[in-house]
């Protein structure tokens, strides 16, 4: 069997019982839509910096910037993709912004790629 062809039945035929059952839990494709949104935030090795920093303590934009080496401009234009995406969070105290993650359900999908990643 040639590569291109690896992963196609040798004859087609659809499984009604397998086919009904996953159609019925498959989520629309406005949801599906979001959750490919979302996903596509740990597409960047920045973003994904800036999560694993904020999984270990809330930080200061200056902070992060000073932690990871690249410029608080660079810094505050992910950490705004991450807050429109709900990823963080953050407050002002005095002249400073703090970040954080937005929930443990973040917490738990990096910790969960991060497991995968390193199986």
Excluded at 2 to 20: S, T, Y
Excluded at 53 to 79: F, K, T
Aim: charged letters at 30%.
């Amino acid at each position: 069997m040639d590569e291109k062809n690896e992963l196609m039945c040798d004859e087609p035929c659809a499984h009604e019982d397998v086919v009904g059952k996953v159609r019925d839990v498959l989520p629309d494709d406005d949801t599906l839509y979001e959750l490919a949104d979302l996903f596509k935030m740990f597409g960047d090795s920045t973003r994904m910096k800036i999560l694993f920093v904020l999984m270990e303590s809330e930080m200061c934009v200056c902070d992060i910037a000073e932690l990871l080496g690249i410029s608080q401009s660079a810094i505050s234009h992910q950490l705004r993709i991450l807050k429109q995406s709900k990823l963080i969070s953050s407050r002002r105290e005095g002249k400073n912004i703090i970040c954080f993650l937005a929930d443990d359900h973040v917490k738990s999908i990096i910790a969960q790629g991060l497991s995968h990643v390193l199986e």
